[in-house]
């Protein structure tokens, strides 16, 4: 049973940045593809960048490079995605997600970040 | 990016009635195309991948069909779980992208 599990909500002001994980378990970590995916309200589901774990390879949307740096710790079975210069806007529940490089069919419970002055 | 539009946006239907959600691409996807269902409060969860193939575990009375721009996913016999918000995904070109979502609801 794989299982994808992250860390808490989150609330920071606008300038700063944040760090979510997400834990896999039940899988073999180092033959997996982890993709981010974030909820915005009002904005649908927005596809964010993927990691492979193996090869530590990364690929980001247009619109995230630069605003989003994934990593790993394999000897933690854990991924972490950093989001910066957080803007009001930024609002969203943030989901990791594997399975497949393209869709998938694991995800995380999704991490509340909430941007607030 | 691609775009993706879903038609509709809304669709009220009963248990036991037969729905379509309709899924355009603003370019051809050829058949790489993936289905969710969302229900409030937690995650999407993957219905079909590459235009018609069902997940493993999803009730067959979820079909999905279409190549190109244009894609449809047919429930039949709804059921009282099947009351959620739906999404098309293309994953011809990165980035990949969602379309909007279909919200079915109870009439």
């Known amino acids: 049973q794989v299982q994808l599990v992250q860390s808490g909500a989150e609330v920071k002001r606008p300038g700063a940045s944040v760090k979510v994980s997400c834990r896999t378990s039940g899988y073999g970590i180092n033959n997996e593809h982890f993709s981010w995916v974030r909820q915005a309200a009002g904005h649908g589901l927005e596809w964010m960048g993927w990691m492979n774990l193996q090869t530590g390879n990364t690929a980001y949307a247009d619109r995230f490079q630069g605003k989003v740096t994934l990593t790993r710790d394999a000897s933690r079975n854990t991924v972490f995605m950093e989001l910066s210069s957080l803007r009001f806007e930024d609002t969203a529940v943030y989901y990791c997600?594997?399975?497949?490089?393209?869709?998938?069919?694991?995800w995380g419970q999704g991490t509340l970040v909430i941007v607030s002055s | 990016d691609i775009h993706l539009t879903q038609s509709p946006s809304t669709l009220s239907a009963s248990v036991g009635d037969s729905v379509a959600i309709t899924c355009r691409a603003s370019q051809s996807v050829d058949t790489w195309l993936a289905w969710y269902q969302q229900k409030s409060g937690t995650p999407p969860k993957l219905l079909i991948y590459k235009a018609s193939s069902l997940e493993s575990g999803v009730p067959s009375r979820f079909r999905a069909s279409g190549s190109g721009t244009e894609f449809t996913l047919a429930i039949t016999n709804l059921q009282p779980d099947d009351f959620a918000t739906y999404y098309c995904q293309q994953y011809h070109k990165s980035p990949w992208t969602f379309g909007q979502g279909t919200n079915v609801e109870i009439k």
């Open positions: 997600a594997s399975g497949g490089m393209y869709n998938w069919k694991f």
